[in-house]
């Protein structure tokens, strides 16, 4: 997908106002690859849903469980501040038919403002779950089946990173579980219905040398391209992923996505192959 600099789609990123600095840059770098720009939103800046054709709600401190009515049964970290503002944000977004990506914390925001809870111990719920703390792939993950995130990335297991404690637990309105780790826990979610939203528990804009997770941003570029024309943004997706297909399927291509697996068809989407040697990022 290929834009001017000034049709690019215009993706807001929500950021910490601590670490926010060193990790807008990445993400606007995977939209630029992706064909779209960033621009950077968080507390104490200027953040009007209307101006943008789609919103990244990125990682950062913990959720604080007053907002899905919960107390608090774990120390962490919170940012009362932003936590109002990124709510604020995505049910503006959903009201407004703009496609949203929530990364880690904001996989998270994403299921809060749409009537979900978490789970504020996650590991200590899941205990078969894996814990790691890295920017690096280290993490097994299962793609669901028949998900939307099955056919943007493909529906084979994946290795990602992982910079959380906390994880979603009931889904939020018109949410559906996407990916789940070995142990059961909610890795992603998803809506598949327009408008687009996805959320995801790692952090796909440090991988961005894996086609899979390139692919998470392309296709919110493309659904915020379809937005601001006003068509359909799952089935402009749809139309992304079959161009993609074809590209790598024609002439000078090899048919292999980033990570040497070859592109799947639609009959083998649902086919998972669980084995070691196919756990790519």
Known sequence: MRFGRHDRPLIAVTTSSRSGWRVFPLVAFNLWLAGGRGVRWGTGRSADIDGVDGLIIGGGDDISPDLYGMQLVA??????????????????????????LGICRGAQMLNVALGGTLDQDAYGTYTASKRVWT???????????????AEIAGPRPMRVNALHSQAVARLGEHLEVAARDRGGMIQAVERRRDPFALGVQWHPEHLFYARRQRAIFAALVAAASAMRNARGQWKAVDRFLEQARLDRAGPGGDGQDGDGQGTPDRASRDRPRADKDNLKI
């Open 75 to 100: 120390s962490a970290r919170l940012d009362p501040e932003r936590d109002a503002l990124e709510r604020r944000l995505v049910e503006a977004a959903i009201a407004r038919g703009k496609p949203v």
């Open 135 to 149: 920017i690096l792939p280290r993490k097994a993950v299962t793609v669901t089946p028949g998900t939307r995130l």
